[in-house]
């Protein structure tokens, strides 16, 4: 007899990453990933706006608080970071190379990570 362990399931939501610039960040998203705001929460002292990929239903959620008081968000050793699969390797590579926000390179692995505008590295691997 095959039992399954009862209980809650969970399923993966969304990622998410405090932002300085919300605009700036949209806009680099939007370009160098291709995602899109697929919602949006204003708050008096926050903003959350949630973007997809128009894959799947995971998202990333970027949130600006208005009252920040530092002028960058400390991101430790920034080993961290969302990885995102793409169907056109060297076309991707060509395009974050023309944005210049390639970071770091690992052609022995066939991976490459970029910077957002608050420093996270983002993995890019091509599809398999």
């Given amino acids: 007899m095959d039992h399954k362990p009862a209980g809650p399931r969970f399923a993966f939501a969304h990622n998410n990453i405090n932002v300085m610039d919300l ?3 949209l806009a680099f998203y ?3 990933l291709g995602l899109k705001e697929v919602r949006r929460k204003q708050a ?3 903003t959350l706006v949630y973007l997809g990929d128009g894959a799947g239903p995971h998202q990333l959620e970027l ?4 009252d920040w008081p530092k002028e960058r968000y400390d991101l ?3 080993e961290f970071h969302l990885a995102f699969t793409t169907n ?7 395009l ?3 944005m210049g926000c390639i970071c770091y390179e690992n052609p022995g692995m066939g ?9 996270y590295w983002l993995e890019i691997v091509p599809a398999k």
């Avoid at 949130?63 to 208005?66: G, I, P, Q, S, V």
């Avoid at 056109?88 to 060509?94: F, G, K, T």
């Avoid at 991976?111 to 420093?119: E, K, L, Q, V």
């Fill in 76 to 78: 430790g050793d920034n």
């Fill in 44 to 46: 008096e002292d926050f």
């Fill in 88 to 94: 056109d390797y060297e076309a991707a590579h060509r």
């Fill in 111 to 119: 991976i490459y990570f970029i910077a957002d505008p608050d420093g």
């Fill in 63 to 66: 949130t600006w608080l208005r």
């Fill in 30 to 32: 939007q370009q160098a």
């Fill in 23 to 25: 605009d700036k960040s």
């Fill in 96 to 98: 974050h190379q023309q």
